[in-house]
């Protein structure tokens, strides 16, 4: 299994009660920073993959969580990300929390094994309704009882539109899982165009990417922040490039420090993680 360990020389195990731990799941993947809440300084990142064309069950995800020696401690703070496709926007002016089902089964119907959430934006204004894995749902609230839950949209949908504030033109934003890929547009501070699309290549990425930049007349200067499993060296950064100006990797939150040691990853890779404080 692929994994990656970076802390900091100050990370003391047995201070976890002032630090503020930031984790998410999928099927594939669990990903963990920690940071000092005293001196906002993120000081740990520990992330367990599954080997390629393969997942983790519920199970393995339980039992990576329970050999953890930093999973099974006390935190000040514990933040959830849930990535999912199967996923709606609902304006809060129109949202009903009893409903939240109903909401979510009119766009994809109903699995028998899914919980369906909500996870409330106040930038912009709106609910997103999403469903996970029951089983995994029910582990990770045993595991982690007083977490905040969020889906993966809200740290980038909040730090997007607060970024397209302080941008002329569209402000678009890619994220990409290992699955399925998010796009959101937004132009002064205003969401346009938010959607999720599953993908096998990168070359499905950037056809779908393409017909939605070309939907909404996207222009050469208009800024594209990528984020998630890509990097400046991939195909879908030359990709982009041919026709886009401003292509660019998400860059870390203003307002926090990172130790030294995170100069040896691609910080945009778990850039869900590091802007979830700014937005929890």
């Known amino acids: 299994m692929p994994f990656l360990e970076l802390f900091d020389e100050t990370l003391d195990i047995n201070a976890t009660g002032n630090y503020e731990l930031i984790i998410q799941v999928s099927g594939d993947c669990i990903t963990f920073c920690i ?111 007083s977490a905040n839950l969020l889906h993966s949209l809200k740290p980038l949908l909040t730090s997007a539109v607060r970024a397209s504030g302080r941008t002329a033109g569209n402000y678009i934003s890619i994220n990409c899982e290992s699955s399925h890929f998010d796009i959101s547009v937004f132009s002064a501070g205003s969401l346009k165009f938010c959607n999720s699309f599953s993908y096998k290549s990168t070359s499905d990425i950037l056809y779908f990417a393409m017909n939605v930049l070309n939907m909404i007349k996207a222009g050469r200067d208009d800024i594209i922040n990528l984020s998630g499993a890509v990097s400046k060296d991939d195909a879908l950064w030359s990709g982009l490039s041919v026709y886009f100006r401003n292509v660019r ?32």
């Open 249 to 280: 990797t998400a860059m870390p939150p203003p307002g926090y420090a990172f130790s030294y040691v995170f100069g040896d990853v691609e910080i945009q890779r778990y850039m869900n993680l590091f802007l979830a404080p700014g937005c929890a």
């Open 35 to 145: 940071l000092d809440s005293i001196r906002e300084k993120f000081i740990l990142i520990r992330s367990t993959s599954a080997d390629q064309g393969r997942g983790f069950s519920t199970e393995g995800l339980s039992e990576i969580i329970t050999r953890d020696d930093f999973l099974v401690r006390q935190y000040m703070k514990v933040t959830l990300i849930l990535p999912s496709e199967r996923y709606t926007l609902v304006p809060s002016a129109l949202f009903d929390p009893a409903r939240k089902d109903e909401y979510h089964s009119q766009s994809f119907g109903r699995e028998i094994r899914e919980t369906i959430l909500a996870c409330r934006l106040t930038e912009p204004d709106l609910n997103i309704v999403y469903s996970v894995d029951s089983d995994l749902c029910e582990m990770l609230y045993s595991r982690f009882p």
